[in-house]
């Protein structure tokens, strides 16, 4: 399993990035969960947004409303729709996928995303 993130970079408050994670190696793509996690400079990663299907979405309630996780299962896919940055968003995003009922996953490289004036 290969995660490959991009979309990263500078953004002012206020504005929009869509952070795109593809996956590679990866037999039955539609059986993983998929989810954004990010780690900000002297924190521990957290999860931002996790997605099985259109039925099973979760979100971290700093980024309800303003973040949108989607999944393209044909071109093995993930992504993270962020609006209305802000500077607290800062951080490397992490891509993960994990197959359904296991425990552990694959991680991506990361790709940092900054919000600043």
């Known amino acids: 399993v290969q995660l490959v993130e991009s979309g990263g970079g500078l953004v002012q408050p206020g504005g929009s990035l869509r952070l795109s994670c593809a996956a590679s190696?990866?037999?039955?793509?539609?059986?993983?969960?998929m989810a954004w996690y990010r780690q900000a400079p002297g924190k521990q990663r957290e999860l931002v947004a996790a997605?099985?299907?259109?039925?099973?979405?979760n979100y971290s309630d700093s980024v309800k409303g303003r973040f949108t996780i989607s999944r393209d299962n044909a071109k093995k896919m993930a992504y993270l729709q962020m609006n209305n940055l802000r500077p607290e968003d800062t951080a490397v995003y992490y891509c993960?996928?994990?197959?359904?009922?296991?425990?552990?996953?694959?991680w991506g490289q990361g790709t940092q995303v900054t919000v600043s004036p």
């Open positions: 997605m099985y299907n259109s039925h099973a979405i």
């Open positions: 190696i990866i037999n039955r793509f539609s059986m993983y969960v």
């Open positions: 993960k996928a994990t197959f359904r009922g296991e425990a552990d996953g694959s």
